[in-house]
Nanobody, 126 residues
Framework: QVQLVESGGGSVQAGGSLRLSCAASGRTFSNNAMGWFRQAPGKEREFVAGISWSGDSTRYKDSVKGRFTISRDNAKNTVYLQMNSLKVEDTAVYYC???????????????????WGQGTQVTVSS
């Protein structure tokens, strides 16, 4: 059974930092693009960051560029999202996702990502 399990969420004040982790089990994703998405209450799920299978290519939502960094450790089958200078508007449930395509591109659209974690809550207070 393939699972993506997020961790590292929590409550933090504006300006603070959190590091999210997404550990995969059941299969390896070392040859697959992975991404982070988020969904705030009453809003649609949106792309936050994505990373290629090798880690050489990354993409970010404009509003998080320079504040968030996505990375991966293929040996640990884990992807990370370092979030710095957090803002109230970053409050959401954050989801990890994996694209099953072999060494595919980093998509901003959620459709290619067929494996999803259960999400972890990030709450940023002023």
């Amino acid at each position: 059974q393939v699972q993506l399990v997020e961790s590292g969420g929590g409550s933090v004040q504006a300006g603070g930092s959190l590091r999210l982790s997404c550990a995969a089990s059941g299969r390896t994703f070392s040859n697959n693009a992975m991404g982070w998405f988020r969904q705030a209450p009453g809003k649609e799920r949106e792309f936050v960051a994505g990373i290629s299978w090798s880690g050489d290519s990354t993409r970010y939502k404009d509003s998080v560029k320079g504040r968030f960094t996505i990375s991966r450790d293929n040996a640990k089958n884990t992807v990370y999202l370092q979030m710095n200078s957090l803002k109230v508007e970053d409050t959401a449930v954050y989801y990890c996702a994996a694209d099953p395509s072999f060494r595919g591109p980093v998509w901003r659209n959620s459709n290619p990502y067929t494996y999803w974690g259960q999400g972890t809550q990030v709450t940023v207070s002023s």
